[in-house]
T-cell receptor, first 117, second 115 residues
Framework: GDSVTQMEGPVTLSEEAFLTINCTYTATGYPSLFWYVQYPGEGLQLLLKATKADDKGSNKGFEATYRKETTSFHLEKGSVQVSDSAVYFCALSDPLYSGGGADGLTFGKGTHLIIQP | EAGVTQFPSHSVIEKGQTVTLRCDPISGHDNLYWYRRVMGKEIKFLLHFVKESKQDESGMPNNRFLAERTGGTYSTLKVQPAELEDSGVYFC?????????????FGQGTRLTVV
C-alpha cells in the first residue's frame, strides 16, 4: 500500500541554520504531496503542497520539490527561526489509494523540529 | 470564520468504558475526515464522510468504533468499549471538496488516554 517515510526526530538546529527534512513516498497512482505543520497546542496546518512532478511548493520560506524520479518531497528552509519549532508531517493523497482512502491523506510519522536561539 | 473544532481536547477513561468524540467542521464543508495518531506512529486515516454519508470507512480499526454525521453537519466518533490500544490523538478535518487538490483543514485533535 501507499506509505510515506520521513526522517526521525527530534531535529535540533540553531537559529538561522539551513533545514532539510527528508521525505520519500510509495504510491499506487500519481499522488499529490503535502507538508503539514503542527505548532504546539494547535491543529495541523497545511504548509505547502505540490500536485505533479517537478512542481515546487513554497510558503513562509519553506520549499519542497516533487521529484517523481526519486519519489521524494524534501522540505527545506534557508534560515530557520525559533518560531519554526513544530512537528512537520509529510503526506500524500493518492486517487488510486491504498491506505488513506481515495480522498484521504497518508501521513509520515512526523518530524519534531526544535530551533534553539 | 471558525475553524474545525473538536471536543473534548483531552479525555482519560478506563478500559471498557465508552467515549464519544465530537467534531464540528467548517460551515459549508461537505467533506469530513477522521484520523488517528497513535504515540510515535503515523497519522492514520479512519474514515471520510460526504455530507451525512460514509464515503470510505476502510481505515476504521474494528467494530468498537462508530462514526456518525447526522444531518451532514457535526460528526461524532464513539469508541465502545475502549481498549488500551485506542489511546492516541484523534484528528478531524474538513474540506470544501474531495480529492487531493483541495486543502483539508484540521482541528486541534482530541487526546484520548485509556487506562
Amino acid at each position: 500500500g501507499d506509505s510515506v517515510t520521513q526522517m526521525e526526530g527530534p531535529v535540533t538546529l540553531s537559529e538561522e541554520a539551513f533545514l532539510t527534512i527528508n521525505c520519500t513516498y510509495t504510491a499506487t497512482g500519481y499522488p499529490s504531496l503535502f507538508w503539514y505543520v503542527q505548532y504546539p497546542g494547535e491543529g495541523l496546518q497545511l504548509l505547502l503542497k505540490a500536485t505533479k512532478a517537478d512542481d515546487k511548493g513554497s510558503n513562509k520560506g519553506f520549499e519542497a520539490t516533487y521529484r517523481k524520479e526519486t519519489t521524494s518531497f524534501h522540505l527545506e528552509k534557508g534560515s530557520v527561526q525559533v518560531s519554526d519549532s513544530a512537528v512537520y508531517f509529510c503526506a500524500l493523497s493518492d486517487p488510486l489509494y491504498s491506505g488513506g482512502g481515495a480522498d484521504g491523506l497518508t501521513f509520515g510519522k512526523g518530524t519534531h523540529l526544535i530551533i534553539q536561539p | 470564520e471558525a475553524g474545525v473544532t473538536q471536543f473534548p481536547s483531552h479525555s482519560v477513561i478506563e478500559k471498557g468504558q465508552t467515549v464519544t468524540l465530537r467534531c464540528d467542521p467548517i460551515s459549508g464543508h461537505d467533506n469530513l475526515y477522521w484520523y488517528r495518531r497513535v504515540m510515535g506512529k503515523e497519522i492514520k486515516f479512519l474514515l471520510h464522510f460526504v455530507k451525512e454519508s460514509k464515503q470510505d470507512e476502510s481505515g476504521m480499526p474494528n467494530n468498537r468504533f462508530l462514526a456518525e454525521r447526522t444531518g451532514g453537519t457535526y460528526s461524532t466518533l464513539k469508541v465502545q468499549p475502549a481498549e488500551l490500544e485506542d489511546s492516541g490523538v484523534y484528528f478531524c478535518a474538513s474540506s470544501l471538496q474531495g480529492g487531493g487538490n483541495t486543502e483539508a483543514f484540521f482541528g486541534q485533535g482530541t487526546r484520548l488516554t485509556v487506562v
